[in-house]
């Protein structure tokens, strides 16, 4: 087999790498194999390659697909061990499943869990036994398997970070091109990363070992993410300064940009970059939070695990959030640097730099000029150009001069923005809306007419300026109306600040659209709200399907339960009785 050859595919339609061990198997039809002659086993086929994750594709992917040497350390070696057991526990799962396939086609008869599962003699005269039966098998591997697959992802993101400490930031020659502070920068705290990926696949082999059928994972993924997952946070927060550094080394330092492209020609890179390894470690962060999210759609309503995998769900959403607000911190820091340089005020100064400021939205409208009553369709008279900078709590309203500079002539606090779109009158005055500024900063209230290019951007504007305005389909603050449903069919990058990035399945609520193909929705797994292109994305024309979305939704983010609310309530009201 040479790179890029597919896997063939066995009778059964399961994929199986080439060789004489049959322990490199994967769930994916047709997957592209990775040849690596480290294998255990002399298989061939381990591990492949998607969006740059060095991750097997599904849950009886094969782990042994990198054999690196780690370091010398008593948990990195019995991380590797891990690695090897889990992958020889989801070969014998495998042989199960495929040697209960032959016995039921042997037969003639359906897929059975007889062997598995043991049933009374009173279970065994149901007329309905073997459909309930076979019903309940089918949630029970689901669930099974959704817990396998985060521990097996787990155990081959830590042979990736092994291959990354090893061969590049443990490589000598590197270490003596790169002064201190830059190695500090480009690989931050990629060893604390690393440990604690050790220690967790330490605990969820330990799991493992104590029943080939998993009973539960998330308590685990609850007590690392609250205590140990901080390391994420630290890693992920130097994202920005990381990519500059690595691309000034490359521009700047021939010497380094030549020690680089000779390490990734390594057979054990798999000709995937530096960069690639970079990013690892969010990816994973966020992957483990989906793989959570799998879980809990496959456990008990109300029951114990249900609440288990609420917990760690909730705990690896505040790391993933603290995550995305750490890299947004850095970058917004330097924007806001930039913007400040670039305004000269002809009003009474407003400091524009805090950290607790941001941008949302900048560009260009048109003023109407002049009193309503003198209007007048000399368009050239009617309109003027204006610059808007809005901030999530200030907005400042200029002119742009020469020099790439803005005179600030107005401004005014978010909280005090109303809008108000005017109805059709002609084609002079489409997408025109009335901007409020109830207190400017000249402390009295200011009215501008402001004209937009299309009806989207008139929308977009309108929806930062004043966001807990009424929506066209439904209320900000209730989420539990049908309103019409999109799933993102094409990947979208978003733009501008006040777009959303979209990922292939992305279910969204549809909160406003307009007429030229722009849709303000939210996304239900986390509640990003932006706008995207329509024809990124198709409806959801079913009702029973968005209902069903709907409730997973709430099932995932769920506030705590009842009882719990009502313990809070209790120790509260105890606590101001003994005051």
Avoid at 240 to 269: G, H
Wanted: proline share 4%; net charge positive; aromatic share 6%.
């Amino acid at each position: 087999m040479k790179l890029g050859d597919t896997i063939p595919s066995t009778a059964d339609g399961k994929t199986q790498a080439p060789g004489e061990d049959l322990s490199c198997s994967s769930t994916q039809t047709g997957a592209q194999a990775w040849p690596l002659p480290g294998c255990p086993g002399r298989s061939l086929g381990c591990g492949w390659r998607r969006r740059g994750l060095l991750e097997p594709l599904g849950a009886r992917g094969c782990l042994c697909f990198l054999a690196v040497p780690t370091r010398p350390q008593t948990t990195a070696a019995a991380a590797r061990e891990v690695a090897g057991r889990v992958c020889s526990q989801s070969t014998r799962r495998g042989a199960l499943v495929a040697a209960g396939r032959r016995r039921n086609k042997g037969d003639g008869t359906k897929a059975s869990c007889a062997s598995l599962t043991p049933r009374s003699e009173e279970t065994k005269n149901h007329p309905n036994q073997d459909g309930v039966t076979s019903h309940l098998q089918r949630i029970l591997s689901s669930r099974k398997e959704a817990m396998f697959e985060l521990v097996t992802s787990e155990a081959s993101y830590y042979k990736s970070l092994s291959l990354l400490v090893s061969h590049f930031v443990e490589n000598e020659r590197l270490k003596k091109l790169l002064h201190p502070s830059e190695a500090h920068i480009l690989f931050s705290n990629v060893l604390d990363v690393m440990g604690v990926s050790e220690r967790f696949l330490l605990e969820l082999e330990r799991r493992m070992e104590e029943n080939i059928v998993i009973s539960d994972v998330c308590d685990i993924v609850y007590r690392y993410a609250a205590n140990h997952f901080s390391v994420y946070i630290t890693y992920v927060s130097n994202q920005t300064y990381q990519e500059r550094t690595y691309k000034q080394l490359l521009q700047e330092k021939a010497a380094f940009r030549e020690l680089i492209a000779q390490l990734e020609l390594d057979p054990k890179c798999r000709g995937l970059p530096l960069s690639s390894f970079l990013i690892l470690p969010f990816q994973r962060i966020t992957r483990l939070k989906l793989l959570v999210q799998n879980i809990l759609k496959r456990v008990e309503e109300s029951s114990e695990r249900e609440a288990t995998a609420l917990d760690a769900h909730k705990e690896l959403e505040l790391v993933v959030k603290a995550c995305n607000e750490g890299v947004r911190k850095m970058s917004r820091t330097e924007q806001m640097i930039s913007i400040q340089k670039k305004m000269e005020f002809k009003i009474k100064s407003v400091p524009i730099i805090s950290h607790s400021r941001w941008l949302l939205k900048q560009g260009e409208l048109q003023q109407m000029s002049g009193p309503k009553t003198s209007r007048t369709l000399r368009t050239k008279k009617l309109f003027r150009e204006i610059y808007l900078f809005l901030f999530n709590d200030l907005l400042v309203i200029c002119r742009q001069i020469p020099g790439d500079k803005y005179q600030v002539f107005d401004s005014a606090p978010r909280g005090l923005l109303r809008v108000e779109e005017l109805e059709d009158q002609g084609q002079t005055l489409a997408n025109v809306f009335i901007l409020r500024l109830l207190e400017n900063a000249d402390d009295r209230e200011a009215t501008y007419m402001l004209k937009a290019t299309s009806q989207s951007e008139m929308k977009r504007w309108m929806t930062s300026l004043a966001p807990n305005r009424r929506t066209k389909f439904v209320s900000f603050t209730s989420r539990l109306l049908d309103c019409p449903q999109v799933q993102c069919v094409h990947p979208y990058v978003a733009q501008q600040p006040d777009e959303l990035t979209l990922e292939l399945a992305d279910i969204l609520n549809i909160l406003d659209k307009t007429e030229d193909g722009w849709i303000f929705g939210e996304r239900l797994h986390d509640q990003e709200r932006g706008w995207f292109p329509s024809n990124m994305t198709e409806e959801i024309l079913n009702p029973k399907i968005r209902s069903q979305n709907l409730k997973e939704c709430f099932r995932v983010h769920k506030m705590d339960d009842p009882q719990r609310s009502q313990n809070k309530d209790r120790r509260k009201l105890g606590s101001r009785n003994r005051q």
